[in-house]
């Protein structure tokens, strides 16, 4: 006898899943100029892959400092104001947020994140030494090295370089930008690519954790526009 179609429609899927292309962690939102410059720059990173990825080992670099990123831990940091964050892990859910936090945050809490935010820090007081809005790209590198090659995601076209300090702004384009006092600069999509029409200013004190442009809730960024001509039907609106 063959398998139950329930069965195999479960192996159908499986397959499916399984043959979708994996995509690295993206940043995904930058804040470098936050009303308190002290304690609240952040950066957001979005895996916008089908599995769960750990950031356990990967690091980060604005050509000025390089940093690796560790999980938020409360006995070291601070219990974390917000009770629905996750902290104490790397690992970030398929199409779920982290967003990585300078080691002071708790003493003066900035922002209300989603649940199930993953709190990460470099373990330092600033990340990459202080963000400048106008001048510092960023550059996410896998666990492998620092090389071009283990660069997984971009901000603001750094120079393409196997030496990390030498990946500063190619300055052939408009980014990185200031945006302004309090407010971040987004990713529109994680899948887009690292250039000019991808990034745009967010709304006041940022979305950290929650996707371009969302205070809360999933990312609902537009990521195409299809159109086709049909005739509605007698009595049906369009």
Not at 41 to 63: A, H, K, Q, R
Not at 109 to 119: L, N, S
């Amino acid at each position: 006898a063959g398998a139950p179609a329930g069965y195999a429609r479960y192996m159908i899927m499986q397959l499916l899943f399984l043959a979708l292309p994996a995509q690295p962690p993206a940043i995904t939102e930058v804040m470098a100029n936050p009303l308190d410059e002290d304690n609240a720059e952040f950066i957001e990173i979005c895996n916008p892959s089908p599995l769960p990825v750990d950031l356990l080992g990967y690091s980060i670099t604005d050509g000025d400092a390089i940093a690796v990123i560790e999980p938020w831990d409360e006995t070291a940091y601070g219990v974390f104001p917000d009770t629905d964050a996750v902290t104490g892990s790397t690992t970030v859910p398929a199409g779920g947020y982290a967003v990585l936090l300078e080691t002071g945050y708790v003493l003066a809490p900035a922002y209300d994140f989603p649940p199930g935010t993953v709190i990460l820090t470099t373990g330092d007081a600033a990340l990459c030494n202080g963000l400048a809005a106008p001048s510092d790209p960023l550059t996410l590198f896998d666990p492998g090295g620092t090389a071009d090659s283990n660069a997984v995601s971009t901000y603001g076209t750094p120079v393409p370089s196997d030496i990390w300090s030498e990946r500063d702004d190619d300055g052939i384009d408009g980014i990185p930008f200031d945006p302004g006092d309090g407010s971040s600069v987004e990713r529109a999509s994680p899948s887009m690519p690292d250039e000019e029409g991808s990034w745009v200013v967010s709304p006041p004190g940022g979305t950290p954790g929650a996707g371009c442009g969302q205070q809360g809730g999933p990312d609902l960024s537009c990521t195409g526009v299809s159109a086709s001509q049909q005739q509605p039907g007698p009595g049906v609106p369009f």
